[in-house]
């Protein structure tokens, strides 16, 4: 069975830092590509960052900068840091892990960015 637990979210401040994390089980990691994706009410969910299995990663123009994603597949974990936050990074996000035709999901971890 497969299973994406994500972890680490929560309200912070505007400028304030958060570290997600999505431990991976049911899958062999290292040759996923691991992505992060948000979704607020209302609107479709996108994609924030990626780590392909090679270890390239790529990222929403909008959190170049501020956003890093990386993963350690010793622990079949993959992390997204998250500084500079802004109010609008305020989200639900979500993990996922991509190979070919085979695409899971986390259940997804709450992000607010408030003062």
């Known amino acids: 069975q497969v299973q994406l637990v994500e972890s680490g979210g929560g309200l912070v401040q505007p400028g304030g830092s958060l570290r997600l994390s999505c431990a991976a089980s049911?899958?062999?990691?290292?040759?996923?590509?691991m992505s992060w994706y948000r979704q607020t009410p209302g609107k479709q969910r996108e994609l924030v960052a990626v780590?392909?299995?090679?270890?390239?990663?790529n990222y929403l123009d909008s959190v170049k900068g501020r956003l890093t994603i990386s993963k350690d597949n010793a622990k079949n974990t993959v992390y997204l840091q998250m500084n500079s936050l802004k109010p609008e990074d305020t989200a639900v996000y979500y993990c996922n892990a991509h190979l070919g035709s085979l695409n899971y999901w986390g259940q997804g971890t709450q992000v607010t960015v408030s003062s």
């Open positions: 780590v392909t299995s090679g270890g390239s990663t």
């Open positions: 049911g899958i062999l990691f290292s040759i996923f590509d």
